[in-house]
């Protein structure tokens, strides 16, 4: 595979790539919604919305527009964005601004998930790690999270981890990007980065230079594989960078 040649350093997105919900934010949020009853759903609804929330939270527009304005109103934030969620799902504009502020604390008091990591990430870190590839992890998170990999028993593996708020800089941006090559000591050409973010991690990763790889075990984005390496599950990572 062209993404797997010359690689000397692989980076990882965290939350969605390394470190999962469980149960996922969508899949509670999506059965509440069902519960409401408002209209019928099909499968092709849940991931549009689904695309819709990773394309929002990619640094776009929207959320741009949505820190200025509720800068000062976290709640309305969550229920501005729960707003554009749900029109994303299908309902109309009156819809989703009635049932936005039911729905955002229906999540922000029910939704209590736990953290979980896949015995296969461990499985394929441990080899990459073995195989002598500079890892580490970058993260669209405000702030650091080394304690965080610390309990979940994965820092061993990485030589560091980088939070977009501690440089200023989110995905798809290219200062993040930079900067995890710095840490890395790695150049652009010889670093691939993995991310279930088709537009933060693809994308951004791709403008900044790197090789991309997108974990898409839910297939959200069957349109990626023409423009990357996708994988739906790590042991396809692993034969691909190991054999």
């Known amino acids: 595979m062209p993404a797997a040649e010359n690689i000397t350093a692989i980076l990882f997105d965290f939350d969605g790539t390394l470190r999962f919900n469980l149960p996922t934010a969508g899949e509670v949020f999506f059965e509440y919604v069902k519960s409401l009853n408002l209209q019928p759903f099909a499968e092709q609804d849940y991931l549009r919305a689904e695309r819709w929330e990773l394309a929002y939270f990619a640094s ?91 309990s979940l028993n994965l820092s061993p593996y990485f030589k560091f981890a980088l939070a977009g708020g501690e440089v200023n800089s989110y995905k798809p941006e290219p200062l993040i990007f930079q900067r995890g090559l710095e840490l890395a000591g790695a150049s652009a050409a010889e670093t691939l980065y993995i991310g279930d973010n088709y537009y933060a991690d693809v994308l951004g990763a791709l403008r900044s230079g790197l090789r991309a790889t997108l974990y898409d075990p839910g297939n959200l984005f069957p349109e990626a594989s023409e423009g990357c390496l996708v994988i739906q599950q790590y042991a396809q990572l692993d034969s691909i960078l190991t054999s």
């Open 60 to 150: 776009s527009r929207e959320i741009q527009v949505d820190y200025a304005k509720y800068k000062a109103d976290k709640k309305g934030f969550w229920v501005n964005f729960t707003k554009r969620k749900l029109n994303a799902l299908g309902l109309d504009e009156n819809t989703s601004a009635r049932f936005a502020p039911r729905a955002a604390a229906y999540m922000d008091q029910a939704y209590q998930p736990r953290a979980f990591v896949p015995d296969e990430v461990f499985i394929v870190l441990e080899r990459l790690k073995s195989a002598g590839y500079t890892l580490g992890v970058v993260s669209n998170r405000d702030q650091p999270f080394r304690e965080e990999l610390d």
